[in-house]
């Protein structure tokens, strides 16, 4: 069974910075695209980013295009999420995902399970 443990969240005031990390349990991760998803009180789980098995190809949501940037690095597991110029409304759970698809799918996929995720707080 693969496991994604994601990390990285907390409190950051609005125009501020995080970055999340996501591990990912499979051995061969680096033949995996990865995304992240994130979800917040009371609305719908909303596509955030996603990248390609190889780092050269990657894809973002409309809210987060230019403040984000995904990003991994095969040789050590990681995935990471550079958040900048951060907004109450990106305040969330975050979740990462794994799946054989091309980065433009991953909005349109039904991932069967999500992990624990990492909550983002951004104060106003």
């Known amino acids: 069974q693969v496991h994604l443990t994601e990390s990285g969240g907390g409190l950051v005031q609005a125009g501020g910075s995080l970055r999340l990390s996501c591990v990912f349990s499979?051995?061969?991760?680096?033949?995996?695209?990865m995304g992240w998803f994130r979800q917040a009180p009371g609305k719908e789980r909303e596509f955030v980013a996603a990248?390609?098995?190889?780092?050269?190809?990657?894809y973002y949501g409309d809210s987060v295009k230019g403040r984000f940037t995904i990003s991994r690095d095969n040789a050590k597991n990681p995935m990471y999420l550079q958040m900048n110029s951060l907004k109450p409304e990106d305040t969330a759970v975050y979740y990462c995902?794994?799946?054989?698809?091309?980065?433009?799918?991953?909005?349109?996929?039904?991932?069967?399970?999500w992990g624990q995720g990492t909550q983002v707080t951004v104060s106003s």
């Open positions: 995902t794994a799946a054989l698809r091309p980065v433009r799918s991953f909005p349109k996929i039904d991932f069967p399970s």
């Open positions: 499979e051995r061969t991760c680096g033949t995996y695209a």
């Open positions: 990248i390609s098995s190889s780092g050269g190809s990657t």
